[in-house]
């Protein structure tokens, strides 16, 4: 043996210097719509939820609504997967004997997001003002999924919000652009 193959055996006995470290895949950004089938007088209502890329369990999530709507106009919140699910499943519907509001939610990873941006989406929209047909909870839900993800914002299958109900959206464009299946809550 060679007194560097020597050298290099030693090295790797006391462990100075070590194998490489397995490359690991970038953790993926991830949206989900959730949805209150009920609101809107029947059309549906939806919501957000982002996660932060980078971390393993914090979420950006809200709404968007007319002053009248159950939920309050405009609200976003951070927290854990847990958190925004139990936020989602404690709004009351309060045209429908407090019946649950949210009932269902839809997810899609993505190789991107970036929070920061859909946050901005989020103020730029609200800031417009609410409008039932050109600025309405869908319009706000596809600004902030779209302001995430460059990767959705380019998905062609992710028709414009204008014309379509939430909850057509949510049962039709959704499944089309390959999101997961709805998931009760």
């Given at each position: ?49 982002v996660k932060v890329r980078g971390e393993a369990n ?74 039932a047909t050109t600025n309405n909870c869908l319009h ?44 009760s809550l």
């Open positions: 043996m060679t007194a560097s193959a020597v050298g290099a055996l030693a090295l790797l006995v006391t462990g100075a210097v070590t194998a490489p470290v397995q490359a690991q895949a970038a953790p993926l950004g991830r949206a989900c719509m959730f949805e209150a089938p009920r609101g809107a007088y029947g059309l549906g209502h939806a919501a957000f939820a914090h979420w950006i999530y809200g709404s968007f609504g007319s002053t009248n709507d159950a939920p309050v106009a405009g609200w976003i919140k951070g927290g854990t997967w847990e958190k925004a699910r139990r936020h989602f499943t404690s709004v009351r519907d309060k045209d429908n004997n407090n019946a649950r509001y949210y009932t269902r939610y839809r997810c899609i990873n993505t190789r991107d997001g970036d929070v920061k941006r859909a946050q901005s989406w989020y103020t730029t929209v609200k800031k417009r003002g609410y409008n706000m839900s596809m600004a902030a999924f779209k302001g995430y993800s460059e990767i959705l914002r380019k998905d062609t299958r992710l028709k414009s919000a204008t014309g379509w109900s939430s909850n057509k959206y949510y049962e039709q464009v959704l499944p089309a652009a390959r999101w997961e299946r709805s998931h």
